[in-house]
């Protein structure tokens, strides 16, 4: 684990992973793991479950730092931005498809 951080709706990470392990695989177990002491901690009563869904990109090395600061300042950006607005519109930019019940 590089850098991590979160806000009420999402979680970022940086993370170096090795080639022997499939993104999809440590996805899991992240949300595996979470989930039993998201539940159990007093101080996120709210949280039910993650999405089925996740998204994953890598960084190229000469971008470590400036995507290690994006991921620090994410609880000041999500206080102007919204997570789904800031999805949707990264889709639109990229020329994916936004599927929003991936979200739920």
């Not at 994006?70 to 102007?80: A, F």
Request: glycine share 2%; aromatic share 10%; net charge neutral.
């Amino acid at each position: 684990m590089v850098s991590i951080n979160s806000v009420t709706d999402h979680l970022h990470m940086l993370i170096n992973l090795s080639p022997s392990i499939s993104l999809k695989d440590f996805i899991s177990a992240v949300k595996s793991k979470s989930s039993t002491w998201l539940k159990q901690d007093s101080r996120t009563t709210m949280f039910t479950s993650w999405c089925k869904g996740y998204y994953a990109c890598t960084v190229s090395p000469s971008m470590m730092q400036k995507t290690i600061k994006y991921i620090e300042s994410q609880t000041e950006h999500h206080r102007l931005v919204y997570f789904d607005t800031e999805i949707m519109t990264m889709c639109q930019h990229l020329g994916l498809t936004f599927h929003p019940d991936d979200m739920r």
